[in-house]
């Protein structure tokens, strides 16, 4: 029982192109993240959504679309692709209950050519 | 700002030495919590600490918040090469999890 999956696991895309990642939990949690690690392994928070709500937004270019239909699933949409975008893409999910701890989907490679 | 600085970015060891990472934050902190990613991996919770001069164990590793809860550690004891990976410490503060910049432990058997 995967508790964070997203998908696809692996895009490789053009240049202008646009492309959506996509990412479920079910473990019940109210909070859910999408985090970038670059080549160098850095991880930086993109946004988080609290039972559908942005309330984290990082200075994130706007070609950049969160989607949140319901608390379970978030969703990312990228437009106008660019080199700098080709990066590691994780979904993550926490519930500020007690030890408030982050749960890592497997993570999207996303190359832009 | 909100980042916290780790210690070395890569450490490489012989199977069997120890390993340590730092983390050092210029603001206290409310809590301090560790995460580890396997090559080709997502980072996974170890353990969060909390109190001033906090010592957890699991097996043989060991963490600990420093007494001003403005640095912690991350200490390994004779490295196995499953321990290769990347360690993160990790600032959490009202929703927003903010991460070290990792150090990359590489360990040759």
């Known amino acids: 029982d995967t508790a964070v999956s997203q998908t696809p696991k692996y895009l490789v895309t053009q240049m202008g192109n646009d492309k959506s990642i996509k990412c479920e939990q079910n473990?019940?949690?109210?909070?859910m993240y999408w985090y970038k690690q670059d080549s160098k392994k850095f991880l930086k928070i993109m946004f988080s959504?609290?039972?559908?709500?942005?309330?984290i937004n990082e200075t994130v270019p706007n070609r950049f679309s969160p989607k949140s239909p319901d608390k379970a699933h978030l969703n990312l949409h990228i437009n106008s692709l660019e080199l700098g975008d080709s990066a590691v893409y994780f979904c993550?999910?926490?519930?500020?209950?007690?030890?408030?701890?982050?749960?890592f989907g497997a993570g999207s490679r996303l190359t832009v050519l | 700002g909100q980042q916290v600085m780790q210690i070395p970015q890569y450490q490489h060891v012989q199977e069997g030495e120890d390993f340590t990472t730092y983390c050092n934050s210029s603001?206290?902190?409310?809590?301090i919590q560790w995460y580890k990613q396997r090559p080709g991996g997502h980072p996974v919770f170890l353990i969060q600490?909390?109190?001033?001069?906090e010592v957890k164990k699991q097996k043989r590793l060991t963490f600990q918040f420093g007494e001003a809860k403005k640095n912690s550690s991350l200490h390994i004891t004779a490295t196995q090469t499953t321990d290769v990976g990347t360690y993160f410490c990790?600032?959490?503060?009202?929703?927003?999890?903010?991460f070290g910049s990792g150090t990359k432990l590489n360990v040759k058997p």
């Open positions: 993550a999910s926490s519930h500020p209950q007690g030890t408030d701890v982050l749960t």
């Open positions: 473990l019940g949690h109210d909070t």
């Open positions: 959504y609290n039972n559908k709500e942005l309330i």
């Open positions: 603001t206290t902190l409310s809590n």
């Open positions: 600490l909390v109190k001033s001069g």
């Open positions: 990790v600032r959490y503060n009202f929703n927003k999890f903010y």
